[in-house]
């Protein structure tokens, strides 16, 4: 391991040095929280080891925990150690408390010592590990996502996608259904992390494995769905999802709402009507029925529908993003193009909650020109 060890006694940064020398980590020692902060800053390290106390305040701990503070809030993740008298348990519970990982008493035991390095050496090789296979599923879950759409003649159509964590429950696509006919899809699968990433993995490929039942009849399709959904996950889980079918010729929209968020479709008047849920989340009972309605679309109206990400967004602090604020959104970016357009809703999303986002954030959107 890489470790940064602070103390202003330059004989307990050197026995310090040669100890974790002997056992194959390397250390960078400063003698300050200043330069602990700037060493911090310049540099990356697997482990830092600090003291509480400093030369311009010996019994406190008031520039140790300081430090601690800084350290933690800046250094993305890297654990802490901190080093206390032995009359300074108070204070080593405290820096427990703000985030520390573990302490070490002066005068130190070397075993004591070694073994606290070595225990946290296992965990970060773990964390790294951990981070490493997410990585590989976020950018397994990125590929799921349409990467090439078929185009339409008379519509434009796209979506955005911004999880909370490094994978999420949302998922969209867009499915080509034959000549002139596009499919819209945007689902929300219960739960979140890795489990909801795995259960959207399975719908997805529900989906594309029933997808000539689409050819012929969306209802159909979406009973399939259900059925295997149903069959393949835990009684616990289900996905509330929108999927309309536009054709190019007639400019209908047929769709279906799962026990989704109303979709709204921003006619060109201004005007904005809901599409509200026609059915059941799938995935809940095995014998499932849906209702499909169906709309005339014209050149200027807009669709979008979105997950309650969109319409939670900001609700850690008190106050929801909403449907009022996204309808002024839509109108807002009405006259952009496409992507401008899902552009511009997803930043007043994300800057309305910059803070904290507890949820994943996806929006679709089909233009009709």
């Known amino acids: 391991m890489k470790i940064l060890v602070a103390d202003d006694q330059a004989d307990v940064l050197?026995?310090?040095?040669?100890l974790l020398k002997g056992a194959g980590h390397s250390t960078e020692t400063v003698e300050s929280p200043r330069a602990a902060i700037?060493?911090?800053?310049?540099?990356?390290?697997?482990?830092?080891?600090?003291?509480?106390?400093?030369?311009?305040?010996?019994?406190?701990?008031?520039?140790?925990?300081?430090?601690?503070?800084?350290?933690?809030?800046?250094?993305?993740?890297?654990?802490?150690?901190?080093?206390?008298?032995?009359?300074?348990?108070?204070?080593?519970?405290?820096?427990?408390?703000?985030?520390?990982?573990?302490?070490?008493?002066?005068?130190?035991?070397?075993?004591?010592?070694?073994?606290?390095?070595?225990?946290?050496?296992?965990?970060?090789?773990?964390?790294?590990?951990?981070?490493?296979d997410l990585e590989i599923a976020r950018h397994v879950q990125q590929r799921m996502l349409p990467q090439h759409a078929h185009p339409l003649k008379t519509a434009a159509f796209g979506g955005r996608c911004v999880p909370a964590r490094e994978i999420g429950g949302d998922y969209y696509d867009f499915l080509d259904l034959g000549p002139g006919r596009l499919g819209v899809l945007l689902a929300d699968v219960s739960g979140k992390g890795v489990?909801?990433?795995?259960?959207?993995?399975?719908?997805?490929?529900?989906?594309?494995?029933?997808?000539?039942?689409?050819?012929?009849h969306p209802r159909a399709l979406l009973a399939s769905v259900n059925k295997l959904f149903h069959e393949s996950t835990p009684a616990e889980y289900f996905a509330t999802l929108f999927f309309a079918e536009y054709r190019d010729l007639t400019h209908e929209l047929r769709y279906i709402n799962c026990g989704h968020p109303a979709a709204l479709l921003l006619r060109a008047s201004g005007a904005i009507e809901r599409l509200?849920?026609?059915?059941?989340?799938?995935?809940?009972?095995?014998?499932?029925?849906?209702?499909?309605?169906?709309?005339?679309?014209?050149?200027?109206?807009?669709?979008?529908?979105?997950?309650?990400?969109?319409?939670?967004?900001?609700?850690?602090?008190?106050?929801?993003?909403?449907?009022?604020?996204?309808?002024?959104?839509?109108?807002?970016?009405?006259?952009?193009?496409?992507?401008?357009?899902?552009?511009?809703?997803?930043?007043?999303?994300?800057?309305f909650s910059p803070e904290v986002q507890s949820d994943d954030v996806t929006l679709i959107a089909l233009r009709i020109t």
């Open 38 to 132: 700037a060493a911090a800053q310049r540099d990356s390290f697997d482990l830092v080891l600090m003291d509480m106390n400093y030369s311009r305040d010996t019994t406190s701990g008031d520039e140790g925990l300081a430090l601690l503070d800084h350290l933690l809030a800046s250094s993305s993740g890297v654990p802490v150690i901190v080093m206390t008298a032995w009359s300074s348990v108070d204070l080593a519970v405290e820096a427990m408390r703000r985030g520390a990982v573990d302490f070490i008493q002066k005068p130190w035991d070397n075993a004591r010592l070694l073994a606290t390095i070595e225990k946290q050496a296992t965990r970060s090789k773990e964390r790294k590990k951990a981070r490493s």
């Open 195 to 216: 489990g909801a990433a795995l259960l959207t993995a399975n719908l997805q490929a529900s989906f594309r494995s029933q997808l000539e039942l689409g050819l012929k």
């Open 276 to 351: 509200e849920a026609t059915a059941l989340p799938i995935g809940i009972f095995a014998s499932w029925t849906c209702e499909e309605k169906t709309v005339t679309v014209r050149p200027g109206d807009v669709l979008i529908a979105f997950s309650d990400g969109v319409l939670e967004a900001g609700v850690e602090s008190g106050e929801e993003f909403g449907e009022t604020r996204l309808i002024d959104a839509l109108r807002a970016a009405r006259a952009a193009e496409l992507e401008p357009l899902l552009d511009s809703i997803i930043g007043e999303v994300l800057r």
């Open 14 to 18: 050197e026995a310090i040095r040669l």
